[in-house]
Nanobody, 124 residues
Framework: QVQLTESGGGLVQAGGSLRLSCLGTSRTFSRYAMAWFRQVPGKERDFVGGISRDSSSTFYGDSVKGRFTISRDNAKSELYLQMDSLKPEDSAIYYC?????????????????WGQGTRVTVSS
């Protein structure tokens, strides 16, 4: 497993941008596919986007496609989520997650390492 710590959340107006970061502590960071999930109280944790180990593949949830961009820097053991054109419905706690599985799983059950989350609030 890898320890993960998110940062970069905050309050932003609709239409604005935020960049989330996720720092991993493992030297084997590059062996993990990574993803961002988000969750609002009372609802399930939803897949936002994921990236393969070598950054060759990315995949996004339908609600963020074209607005969010996921990237990673394996040399720094960091994962990023650039969020543009933010909407109030993007408000949630955002979590980064790591998995040794092949591909980019969409189910949170396939990820075995999680950060503590960072809150994003988009005002209308």
């Amino acid at each position: 497993q890898v320890q993960l710590t998110e940062s970069g959340g905050g309050l932003v107006q609709a239409g604005g941008s935020l960049r989330l970061s996720c720092l991993g502590t493992s030297r084997t960071f590059s062996r993990y596919a990574m993803a961002w999930f988000r969750q609002v109280p009372g609802k399930e944790r939803d897949f936002v986007g994921g990236i393969s180990r070598d950054s060759s593949s990315t995949f996004y949830g339908d609600s963020v496609k074209g607005r969010f961009t996921i990237s990673r820097d394996n040399a720094k053991s960091e994962l990023y989520l650039q969020m543009d054109s933010l909407k109030p419905e993007d408000s949630a706690i955002y979590y980064c997650a790591a998995t040794p599985a092949i591909g980019i799983p969409r189910s949170p059950n396939q990820y075995n390492s999680w950060g503590q989350g960072t809150r994003v609030t988009v005002s209308s």
